[in-house]
């Protein structure tokens, strides 16, 4: 099955700096890449996603790139914020929707 | 349009009682997705029902769980005879198709803690 590796487990970056998260996966077969972002007990909350078709998607000061010959894809938050704090998941989707998520990164925005 | 709905929020069980979830998906969605959330972990997908369907339960413990998603009413997760390690958020999600490339909607998330 699926496996999503993500790196790291933990950033602490200061306001205004940019915070990178990445991600890999193993199923050649998955195609859709959805980045979730998760405060202390609540939802997850979908943030960006990017499908196989394209490499690059951009919102604002979020972004994520799509490397599918080497598997894995990043997520991008420039200018980070003290609310941008919290646990982010990446995962990759297979044909019928299932997610795989990754073992979440916790960020700290420190002001 | 009101969000996935769950509940209860909270639900505390003593150890061999059962655990009853209930998840509404968004509405005009018809795939429901469960997902077990341990503490300080991500979230591991457990079952994927459509309408009367159970699509993929590979995720699912082969005992004393089980889901269902009947033609009317929430989607279920059933969890019979709780034990301590059966404490978790249990999430669910909702989408309107079942491609691989449609959006999933989480609910709150029902907290269960087994004493």
């Known amino acids: 099955g699926e496996n999503v590796e993500q790196h790291p487990s933990t950033l602490s970056v200061q306001e205004g700096d940019s915070a990178v998260i990445k991600c890999t996966y193993s199923?050649?077969?998955?195609?859709?890449f959805p980045w979730y972002k998760q405060e202390l007990g609540k939802r997850p909350q979908l943030i960006i996603d990017?499908?196989?078709?394209?490499g690059e998607k951009k919102d604002q000061r979020i972004a994520v790139t799509l490397n599918k010959t080497a598997k894995h894809f990043s997520l991008h938050i420039t200018e980070t914020q003290p609310e941008d704090s919290a646990v982010y998941f990446c995962a990759a989707g297979t044909s019928y929707g299932k997610l795989t998520f990754g073992q979440g990164t916790i960020l700290t925005v420190h002001p | 349009n009101a969000g996935v709905m769950q509940n209860p929020r909270h639900l505390v069980r003593r150890r061999g009682q059962e655990a009853r979830l209930r998840c509404s998906p968004m509405k005009g969605h018809s795939h429901v997705y469960w997902y077990r959330q341990l503490p300080e972990e991500g979230l591991k997908f457990m079952v994927y029902l459509q309408k009367e369907n159970i699509i993929d339960e590979s995720g699912m413990p082969k005992e004393r769980f089980s889901a269902e998603f009947p033609k009317e009413g929430p989607s279920i997760l059933r969890i019979q005879q709780v034990v301590r390690g059966d404490s978790a958020a249990y999430f669910c999600?909702?989408?309107?198709?079942?491609?691989?490339?449609?959006?999933?909607?989480f609910g709150p998330g029902t907290r269960l803690t087994v004493l």
């Open positions: 199923d050649s077969a998955s195609n859709y």
């Open positions: 999600a909702s989408s309107p198709a079942g491609t691989g490339t449609d959006t999933q909607y």
């Open positions: 990017i499908r196989s078709n394209v």
